[in-house]
């Protein structure tokens, strides 16, 4: 199948972007947002629209250093902690699409400058009896090192800080312009191009993602994904968040304009999903709104809402 193309951008905040150390199109109506931040190629520009759109990272099991990119002209701080240092010039020694590396080795993004943040790619040999998508693996050396024990075009995904294992999680196929992707996943492309995954899809209303991770919006598409949960001990409904898997399952990071009981000086604020047919929400003056516009939700996503003040 032809995978929805995903390119990231962080939550807006004030001064520069701050995203998940683990480590949306589709947002309720009249959302207004910011994106900004430093990254390793600099200051990006910030752009305040009024428009239905917030923005996010992607996430993985380790810590990782910002990265930008400016394929199909658009701009973003991506790729976790967006605290203005400065990574090493990106080294493309091979194609992660094309995945043309001699015999016995796979394409994989690494950072290149002893960093944390994946910035380059390079051919690395394939372990014997290599972990399919799905399947456990680990890496030598981190997750950043491109050294797993996963299957060509694939690569082991959050990784688990205490006991040093992740899951494999395929490559998209195809090209940056036509991406593919399993049936029940899309393609997510991170940075410069060093990422290119294809993450499964879910319900924000049943929280049907594997591993406890969390179901939250596409960055700049029309579904959900699966992301790591590093909400931690925050996280709950009206806490503030500042990048979108900081809230708990169930609840989304949204301006704190959309709630009177959210720190309006917070970058985001946790608030509960709601059903559009059982409409549920406990927030003063809370209303279930429609997380798409009247008639453009995608299939078995037309009741999913947001408990918000209204517009």
Not at 176 to 197: D, K, Q, R, S, Y
């Amino acid at each position: 199948m032809v995978a929805s193309k995903t390119r990231l951008a962080p939550l807006a905040l004030a001064a520069g972007c701050v995203l998940s150390p683990h480590s949306t199109s589709g947002t309720p109506d009249t959302t207004t947002t910011t994106t900004s931040g430093t990254d390793s190629a600099g200051t990006t520009s910030a752009a305040a629209t009024d428009a239905p759109t917030t923005t996010m990272p992607i996430m993985s099991g380790t810590s990782a250093a910002s990265t930008a990119g400016t394929t199909g002209g658009t701009t973003m701080c991506s790729l976790f902690d967006c605290d203005g240092s400065t990574s090493g010039f990106p080294t493309f020694e091979c194609d992660l699409w094309e995945q043309n590396c001699p015999e016995g080795q796979k394409c994989m993004p690494w950072a290149n400058d002893g960093s944390s943040a994946w910035n380059a790619t390079k051919c690395t040999d394939i372990m014997p009896n290599a972990g399919k998508p799905g399947d456990l693996c680990s890496a030598e050396g981190g997750g950043v090192s491109g050294v797993d024990s996963c299957e060509k075009a694939a690569m082991c995904w959050n990784i688990s800080q205490q006991t040093g294992k992740g899951t494999c999680i395929a490559f998209c196929m195809g090209s940056p312009e036509a991406p593919i992707c399993p049936g029940g996943t899309h393609c997510v492309i991170g940075g410069n191009g060093e990422l290119i995954l294809c993450f499964p899809e879910c319900d924000p209303l049943e929280q049907d993602c594997p591993n406890m991770d969390l179901c939250i919006a596409d960055p700049m598409g029309d579904g959900f994904m699966c992301v790591h949960d590093d909400s931690g001990d925050m996280g709950q409904q009206n806490d503030p968040c500042g990048f979108p898997n900081a809230c708990d399952p169930g609840l989304s990071c949204l301006p704190p304009s959309f709630a009177a009981e959210c720190d309006p000086m917070a970058p985001g604020c946790c608030l509960p999903f709601c059903d559009l047919m059982d409409p549920t929400c406990t927030n003063q003056g809370a209303t279930c709104i429609g997380w798409y516009e009247p008639d453009m939700a995608p299939p078995f996503l037309e009741n999913v809402g947001i408990c918000r003040l209204p517009p």
